[in-house]
């Protein structure tokens, strides 16, 4: 399994959004090391398929499905909905470890 | 380099969604005056807009609220004027929602994020900088309502015991 992080410094959620994954990856019992990614330019945005940060993919995909369709790359903070509807900056750690359960049933059944 | 706590709040003339132009002067009756830096697109500040609403709806009267939006809306389109016309609309903001298309207020204020609160006293004196509160996600687990408590103490003829605080939120998009 592949994990990725890509996060924008000017946006100060990326910090608590890392910890999160390396606890999601941990109550998961998936010992994968995040691939880090440090998005400072437009260009870079677009290169990297940036949807603000932070953006956490697992195996390619995004941990959000709402986001699938998004190709609005750029340097941004990104909104991410709780289960309980509310606006956040961080994806919730329910929404991580689902997307790392799925990628990682999906590579046991292969 | 934001203003710091003492300073003058600067006057300005911005034109506001609800088609007038706004100064200061427009809110001199109140006993104190909120002035935040705001945007449509940043997560930080959708977290925090429903607080800041009751906030604003509390204190009606008694303290005005303002909100600015200097972010460039070239670069970042859910910023533009009539985007924030159609937020502003969606969401009820008892406030004026401002535009600083040439971003000289953010700049004179030395905002740098959104949101980010200047609370002014009587005689708008800086008297509380930063954030809202100290818990963006969860509302009910902020042990410390900043804002809040930094208005009471005005509104009790007091200097706020917190002054000033980080503002956490998304940066403001420069030109």
């Not at chain 1, 998004?70 to 329910?94: K, M, N, V």
């Not at chain 2, 200097?70 to 502003?88: G, H, I, L, V, W």
């Not at chain 2, 006293?121 to 042990?143: S, V």
Request: proline residues 6%; negative net charge.
């Amino acid at each position: 399994m592949r994990v990725d992080f890509l996060y924008f410094p000017g946006c100060p959620s990326h910090e608590e959004a890392l910890e999160r994954l390396h606890d999601a990856l941990a109550q998961e019992h998936i010992r994968v090391e995040p691939v880090v990614y440090c998005i400072e330019t437009e260009e870079e945005a677009r290169q990297n398929r940036f949807l603000g940060s932070p953006t956490i993919r697992v195996n390619g995909v995004d941990i959000d499905p709402a986001f699938s369709e998004e190709t609005s790359f750029r340097l941004t903070c990104r909104l991410y909905l709780r289960e309980d509807g509310r606006p956040s900056p961080l994806p919730s750690i329910t929404m991580i470890r689902n997307a790392l359960k799925a990628r990682h049933e999906s590579e046991e059944r292969r | 380099m934001s203003i710091v706590i003492g300073h003058d709040a600067y006057d300005f003339s911005l034109p506001g969604v609800d088609g007038k132009e706004h100064s200061l002067a427009d809110f001199a009756n109140a006993q104190a005056f909120v002035l935040v830096f705001w945007c449509n697109h940043c997560p930080y500040v959708r977290a925090y807009e429903e607080r800041t609403i009751a906030l604003a709806k509390e204190f009606a009267g008694q303290v005005a609220f303002a909100a600015i939006n200097a972010n460039d809306a070239e670069k970042y389109p859910e910023d533009s004027f009539e985007a924030m016309k159609q937020r502003a609309a969606e969401m009820g903001y008892p406030f004026p929602y401002l535009r600083d298309e040439t971003q000289s207020v953010a700049r004179a204020y030395g905002a740098g994020r959104t949101p980010e609160f200047f609370l002014f006293d009587n005689e708008r004196e800086l008297r509380y900088h930063g954030r809202l509160d100290d818990n963006h996600e969860h509302p009910e687990l902020a042990q410390h309502a900043f804002l809040r408590d930094a208005i009471i103490s005005l509104l009790n003829g007091e200097l706020p015991h917190i002054a000033q605080t980080p503002p956490v939120g998304c940066s403001i998009k420069w030109k």
